[in-house]
């Protein structure tokens, strides 16, 4: 009886779409959340990237399960490694068509998804854009994601720790990283870092060489491992013949591993580089001192956020959110978001801070 209500409410707000435009849909949908219905076991869609990073490989199966224990169904796509964006895009067209009723993202190209959250919404159903923020739209309706400048500051701070721990004054020849310009979280995880940084460079605390220290000369195509090495090895010919490298601010693991690899071919050692997603890969790597700290960004509890959103909706009830312009302002509004906090992981907390994990906790026992 309360379903029929509810979808009675949503064709309603559909009929005002096709009679008055968006602005009344829009407005009929803001002030009464029962203009949306995510009904107990219906199919929700999760449209995830392509898997350059473990953290995405883990989300379908986290997504199943906190789906299927709240009571829905689970559509999870990733988009294909080539025509990665045209794939993302006709997964979530697919999604709409097939009525699927909520639809979870976390984009390859943030700018790029317009047109499918439009058709979302037009088909009144709610956008909820996870891990990555959907750029230049006003249709996302969420965004849940760790608070991502936070990450980025925790890994300018954890630099200039581990660089004050190896030599304790500077200066210090670093050298900057970031990911894919396609990712909106890229620049914010940039922005963050250099809010600790740039005091440090501009006190000549510490010195890049190679000179290149914006977001647009030190982004990493794709989030890709090759691109970054490539980088890297580019910088050490240029640059580094005799000066010694410090350290490097790396945007997450797997590209810390590229960075490594690029210093090891060229038969040197970085004593200082930084991570994220505590990537298998990189904890032994981090136990042994070869990198230097690490990001934990649970993605169970990522994933468990998103699928608590979908359930408030499914009952009809207002989600908790926050306004966080520094880190959700999508270039036309500020998404209210589910914000989680992030974890630095160094040498010397690892053990306790993978405590919910047995197989992060087992890897930095053994690294001990
Ligand atoms: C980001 C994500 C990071 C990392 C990166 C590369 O959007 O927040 O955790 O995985 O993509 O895939």
Do not use: H
Not at 161 to 168: E, F, N, R, S
Not at 225 to 231: G, S
Not at 316 to 332: A, E, F, I, M, R
Request: charged fraction near 15%.
């Amino acid at each position: 009886m309360k379903k029929q209500l509810i979808m009675g409410a949503s064709v309603a707000a559909l009929a005002a779409l096709t009679l008055t435009g968006c602005s009344t849909a829009r407005s009929a949908s803001s002030s009464s959340s029962s203009s949306v219905s995510v009904p107990k076991g219906s199919t929700i869609g999760v449209a995830l990237p392509a898997k350059t990073s473990q953290n995405w490989v883990l989300a379908k199966a986290a997504f199943e399960a906190s789906l299927a224990k709240a009571g829905f169904k689970a559509d999870v796509q990733y988009a294909a490694a080539t025509n990665t964006v045209p794939d993302q895009q006709n997964q979530i067209s697919g999604m709409v068509t097939k009525g699927d009723k909520a639809i979870i993202i976390a984009a390859q190209d943030g700018s790029q998804l317009g047109t499918q959250v439009k058709q979302a919404k037009a088909a009144g159903i709610p956008v909820i854009a996870w891990d990555r923020n959907i750029t230049g739209t006003a249709d996302v309706d969420y965004y849940v994601a760790f608070n991502n400048y936070k990450v980025g500051q925790l890994q300018g701070q954890a630099l200039l720790d581990g660089l004050k721990a190896k030599k304790a004054s500077g200066p210090y020849n670093v050298e900057l990283f970031a990911g894919a310009s396609t990712d909106a979280n890229a620049p914010v995880f940039f922005n963050g870092a250099m809010s600790v940084l740039q005091p440090k460079i501009d006190d000549g605390t510490l010195k890049v060489l190679s000179g290149q220290t914006t977001f647009k000369q030190v982004n990493t195509d794709g989030w890709l491992a090759q691109n970054a090495q490539t980088r890297m090895s580019n910088i050490l010919q240029a640059n580094y013949g005799t000066a010694t490298l410090d350290g490097v601010l790396s945007p997450n693991d797997t590209l810390g591993r590229a960075i490594i690899q690029a210093n090891q071919t060229a038969g040197k050692t970085v004593p200082v580089v930084t991570g994220q997603d505590s990537e298998t890969a990189s904890i032994p790597l981090i136990m042994n001192g070869t990198q230097y700290s690490t990001i934990y960004k649970d993605t169970s509890v990522e994933a468990q956020a998103a699928v608590d959103l979908v359930s408030t909706l499914s009952k009809g009830d207002k989600p908790k959110t926050v306004l966080d312009k520094k880190n959700n302002y999508n270039g036309v509004k500020t998404v209210p978001a589910v914000e989680l906090t992030p974890v630095l992981v160094t040498k010397e907390n690892a053990v306790s801070a993978y405590a919910n994990n047995p197989t992060l906790e087992a890897l930095a026992k053994a690294g001990q």
